[in-house]
């Protein structure tokens, strides 16, 4: 017996609020991120986020264990178009180094890209850093500062930050992520084009527009 047409449009509903209900506090996270990561005495330092052209926040990166080394997080990238902040894309940050691993820890990234020629490969589906361009910490005890480097990261967590090897990891879109804000599947680039930020995005875009304006 074929079940009526109302009873999927229900269920499918129901889907797309439990994934915008699991994207909000993620946005909220990363309004907190940004708080932290300025504020810091090791943090991004005054002018960086002015003159970066993308900005990505990933709340609580999954570090691996000490022998798999495999961490994964979830997160939002926005881009300048005229001075202004984009609506944010939602994107997956994989990282697999086998280097020293601290097993369970989680990690607050901040990554920001300062070379607009890298936008349509950050905005892609994988971008890659290693490949696609070279990335340097720009704070934690294992941290290097690379004044050629591209895309600079951030990092806080509770605790010694131990961090991790760069090269290999991999930026990508999160399908799931963008169609629970948009309603529709959207890729990060047409986001970040054409987009209007939707209202849970809004603080995350105002946090941007306070920090960068310093």
């Known amino acids: 017996m074929r079940k009526p047409l109302s009873v999927f449009f229900i269920a499918a509903t129901a889907t797309l609020n439990a994934a915008s209900n699991e994207s909000t506090p993620r946005l909220e996270k990363a309004v907190s991120v940004l708080t932290t990561i300025t504020k810091s005495a090791h943090g991004i330092r005054a002018g960086q986020l002015a003159n970066a052209d993308c900005v990505a926040v990933i709340p609580g990166f999954k570090k ?20 202004a902040w ?24 901040v990554i920001l890209s300062l070379d607009k020629g890298l936008r349509s490969k950050l905005l892609s589906d994988r971008f890659t850093l290693g490949t ?25 967590t509770k605790g ?55």
Not at 133 to 155: H, M, Q
């Open 132 to 156: 696609d361009a070279s990335a340097a910490w720009g704070n934690g005890k294992t941290a290097y500062e690379d004044p050629n480097a591209k895309i600079v990261f951030y990092a806080n």
């Open 160 to 214: 010694a930050f131990a961090g991790f090897g760069l090269d290999g990891a991999t930026v990508k879109p999160d399908e799931s992520g963008n169609k629970a804000l948009y309603g529709k599947a959207m890729s990060n680039s047409d986001i970040v084009a054409e987009a209007q930020t939707p209202a849970a995005a809004q603080p995350l875009i105002a946090k941007l527009d306070q920090e960068s304006s310093r």
């Open 86 to 109: 984009s609506a944010p894309g939602a994107i997956t940050f994989e990282n697999t180094s086998l280097g020293v691993q601290v097993g369970g820890e989680k990690i607050d990234i």
């Open 64 to 83: 691996g264990a000490a022998v798999v080394g495999v961490g994964y997080g979830r997160g939002f990238i926005s881009c300048r178009n005229e001075g």
